[in-house]
């Protein structure tokens, strides 16, 4: 349902799926196999990330790891600005 509503797939799968549609064969079954392909692969995905953001979450708890989470975060924020300031608009 993400994907559905999200317009870079839709274009996507518009410049992707087409090159591997056979015109002098049935196209819907063709389609019907990439589409059902290609979300069984970002199901597999969305998976993995819960999984990985489940097993994380464990960790995220402690406040020491929160601490150098926030730490390395706000750095790298803090390099960023920092490279924004040294950039002009030509």
């Not at 064969?25 to 979300?39: C, M």
């Not at 953001?53 to 790891?65: A, F, P």
Request: aromatic residues 14%; charged residues 10%.
């Amino acid at each position: 349902m993400i994907g559905i509503s999200n317009p870079k797939l839709i274009l996507f799968a518009t410049a992707f799926l087409p090159q591997f549609v056979n015109p002098a064969a049935a196209q819907a079954p063709q389609f019907a196999t990439l589409v059902a392909s290609f979300s069984s692969v970002e199901c597999f995905w969305y998976v993995i990330y819960a999984v990985g953001g489940h097993s994380l979450s464990h960790y995220l708890v402690r406040s020491s790891i929160k601490r150098i989470i926030n730490r390395v975060t706000g750095a790298i924020f803090v390099g960023f600005a920092a490279l924004l300031l040294k950039t002009r608009p030509t």
